[in-house]
Antibody, heavy 119, light 110 residues
Framework: EVQLVESGGGLVKPGRSLRLSCIGSGFKFGDYGMSWIRQAPGKGLEWVAFIRGKGSGGTTEYAASVKGRMTISRDDSKSNVYLQMTSLKTEDTGVYYC??????????WGQGTTVTVSS | QFVLTQPPSVSGTPGQRVTISCSTSSSNIVRRPANWYQQVPGAAPKLLIYSNNQRPSGVPDRFSGSKSGSSASLAISGLQSEDEADYYCAIWADSLKGWVFGGGTKLTVL
């Protein structure tokens, strides 16, 4: 079964950092690009970051709202993708989904991990 | 600049057919294939339609997609109570090098 499982969410104060992790199983992890998508409470979906597979250079892309504050990375030996979040703001609060980028679509979603940024 | 517009809500009765539109004026994404996601309350989104009109394995053929010009559409026929959910369109924007989502449409089955 193809599966993604996120972890690392929690309550954090504004300005602090947090690292999210996602482990994939049931597919050849290194062959796929991976994205993080977030959803603020009661709001829609927002793309956050994308990392290409090693075959495509492993390069990264970011939404303007997080560029310079968040870093996506991957460890294919562990089938993991990470999102390092720094200088967190209250507006970063939400559920963060790890998603397989099976171009032309985001085809496999994790169950999400909740990040709450509050003093 | 990168905006996908969906109606905030649609509704229908069991057995009816409803459609949800997703439109853009952005030349950067108008030619890209559209994907559709279903999110039932409390759950993660699920891929419903990819490449404008393709259904992943396991998605009932009551769900169909189409695209014409700058607008994509999701149609749900034979509406069922379990179809009550939020529906999102999404397109990859080459110049943004990222995914753009529509604002979402809440489907209510009356």
């Amino acid at each position: 079964e193809v599966q993604l499982v996120e972890s690392g969410g929690g309550l954090v104060k504004p300005g602090r950092s947090l690292r999210l992790s996602c482990i994939g199983s049931g597919f050849k992890f290194g062959d796929y690009g991976m994205s993080w998508i977030r959803q603020a409470p009661g709001k829609g979906l927002e793309w956050v970051a994308f990392i290409r597979g090693k075959g495509s250079g492993g390069t990264t892309e970011y939404a303007a709202s997080v560029k310079g504050r968040m870093t996506i990375s991957r460890d294919d030996s562990k089938s993991n993708v990470y999102l390092q979040m720094t200088s967190l703001k209250t507006e970063d609060t939400g559920v963060y989904y790890c998603v397989r980028d099976g171009r032309p679509s985001l085809d496999v979603w994790g169950q999400g991990t909740t990040v709450t940024v509050s003093s | 600049q990168f905006v996908l517009t969906q109606p905030p809500s649609v509704s229908g009765t069991p057995g009816q057919r409803v459609t949800i539109s997703c439109s853009t004026s952005s030349s950067n994404i108008v030619r890209r294939p559209a994907n559709w996601y279903q999110q039932v309350p409390g759950a993660a989104p699920k891929l419903l339609i990819y490449s404008n009109n393709q259904r992943p394995s396991g998605v009932p053929d009551r769900f169909s997609g189409s695209k014409s010009g700058s607008s994509a559409s999701l149609a749900i026929s034979g509406l069922q109570s379990e179809d009550e959910a939020d529906y999102y369109c999404a397109i990859w924007a080459d110049s943004l090098k990222g995914w753009v989502f529509g604002g979402g449409t809440k489907l209510t089955v009356l």
